[in-house]
């Protein structure tokens, strides 16, 4: 039997199976060539409405999915949540309710409570796509991370793997720790003890609070920003500190493999968690990322969109 | 399920392919001109069956067209209608579009919606000078005003029914049969 695509929601990758993430990649394969013609549009998803709603603020994934719809050729509309009805005390479902009234195809959601998007799924007939929940899943970010690890080392078969930084505090750590494991890939996880929690070894990866044996060896390190609120909140005395510990510099990054690839969701804290011309360096496909996300998220609005009834 | 029904064997499916090819070599508004000359295959068996009548054209006369894939998924009209969706393949469309004289080149002409996806597909890469519809079988039920150039062989199958097209190169011999649609093939009509 033919493979094929029949989910009409993307919410985690935690609920696909190894073959179906890697339909999503093969998918955007295709998708991304799209965004290098001279035309950088296909009708696939003409006469479609996709209602981006991001209840927690956003702009570099709400402006990759605005653009891919838009490449798709369906009608958009944007909604955030202090121009919405939650202001005025209506409830979620009710406010979704209504967007679904308007005979809309797709919901583009981001939320601060994790599992709100899986709840609204289940209530409605439209596709919904997880753009975010709270600090579970994002799994766009995680495809499209995916996306760039295959499309530089070919395979995730044994590959090392590290994500440094708050572990704790991230949805990108959450997103692409699913992915990474159901494709085969050797999972570090690498910060201060206060945001890497020892529970994470439960489902299968190395948890590491020594910077140099977290990153020795790697193909891939994955970095995360850290936020300056953190350290008011007490998780690590001051960025300097962190920086000196855990930042990704000059001479850190020698117990990488010397060829591997350096990631990082954005937007980036320069010389916090990663130096400058390391940003700017040859490993770097931090922009590269980008790139794939707009193919990414092409590839799930199509697949999620033939598959709403 | 009923019967397999066989519509054309090896011998017939070759020869209607010679036929093509020379139906190509003697349209000269397609043999010369500015522009690339180009067959692109629809997948999944225009694929084939374009380098089937490259081949034929490179042995019999001296024209020597590029080959072009083309997946048209991203230009249906049904999106939402289908139960599932297959992997989309590689499109290649290595050569300029700009002036090309272009083959387009499908095993079966059904409807003819398959071909208006394509046209507007092909026409995003560029604007060529001229397209051309080659078909290996046409059966005859047109849903939209569109009919091939060059056709190897037509029929008159039940539209209720699918026409199959296999080649040699993976099907393990070239034939085409007329079969049920399967159950899990959400046609609608």
């Known amino acids: 039997m033919e493979l094929s695509w029949n989910r009409k929601d993307l919410l985690c990758l935690y609920d696909l199976s190894a073959e179906e993430i890697t339909f999503i990649l093969d998918t955007a394969a295709e998708f991304k060539k799209v965004s290098e013609r001279r035309v950088k549009k296909v009708p696939a998803l003409r006469g479609k409405t996709v209602v981006n709603f991001f209840v927690e603020p956003s702009t570099r994934t709400r402006v990759s999915f605005e653009l891919a719809e838009q490449r798709l050729s369906a009608d958009i509309v944007n909604m955030a949540a202090d121009s919405s009805s939650l202001r005025k005390g209506e409830t979620l479902l009710d406010t979704v309710k209504n967007i679904e009234a308007l005979q809309v195809d797709l919901i583009v959601m981001r939320h601060s409570a994790p599992g709100a998007q899986d709840f609204i799924a289940r209530h409605v007939r439209c596709g919904v796509i997880n753009a975010g929940d709270g600090a579970h899943s994002h799994p766009t970010q995680a495809l499209l991370d995916l996306f760039t690890i295959r499309e530089k080392k070919g395979s995730f078969k044994g590959l090392k793997v590290t994500i440094l930084g708050d572990i704790l505090h991230s949805r990108v750590a959450r997103g692409d720790l699913w992915g990474l494991l159901k494709l085969g890939a050797e999972v570090t996880l690498c910060g201060p003890a206060t945001l890497v929690p020892r529970e994470f070894e439960s489902i299968g990866v190395r948890v590491c609070h020594d910077l140099r044996s977290g990153l020795e060896n790697a193909d891939v390190v994955n970095l995360l920003r850290i936020q300056h609120e953190r350290q008011t909140a007490g998780f690590f005395p001051s960025t300097g500190e962190y920086a000196k510990f855990f930042g990704l510099n000059m001479e850190t990054v020698k117990y990488l493999k010397p060829d591997a690839l350096i990631m990082h969701p954005g937007p980036i804290n320069r010389d916090v968690e990663l130096a400058s011309a390391l940003a700017d360096g040859p490993q770097s496909v931090i922009l590269e990322q980008v790139t794939n996300g707009l193919a990414v998220r092409m590839a799930v609005l199509f697949l999620v969109a033939g598959c709403v009834r | ?189």
């Open chain 2, 1 to 189: 399920m009923t019967a397999i029904k066989e519509i054309a064997g090896a011998a017939e499916v070759r020869s209607a392919i010679a036929g093509i090819a020379r139906a190509i070599a003697a349209d000269q508004a397609v043999t010369s001109g500015d522009g690339e000359f180009a067959l692109v295959g629809l997948y999944k068996q225009g694929v084939p069956l374009a380098e089937r009548i490259k081949r034929e054209l490179e042995e019999h006369t001296s024209l020597r067209p590029v080959l072009g894939e083309l997946d048209i998924s991203m230009y249906r009209d049904d999106v939402g209608l289908r139960s599932a969706l297959p992997l989309i393949s590689e499109t290649r469309m290595p050569f300029p579009m700009e002036n090309a004289r272009v083959i387009l080149v499908d095993d079966v002409l059904s409807t003819g919606r398959t071909i208006r996806a394509a046209l507007d597909a092909l026409t995003d890469y560029g604007r060529p000078g001229l397209i051309r519809l080659a078909v290996l079988v046409d059966r005859c039920n047109p849903e939209y005003p569109i009919r091939a150039d060059y056709v190897g062989l037509t029929c008159s199958e039940d539209p209720a029914r699918k026409v199959v097209v296999e080649f040699a190169e993976t099907d393990g011999a070239d034939r085409i049969y007329s079969a049920e649609w399967r159950r899990t093939f959400d046609r609608r009509k």
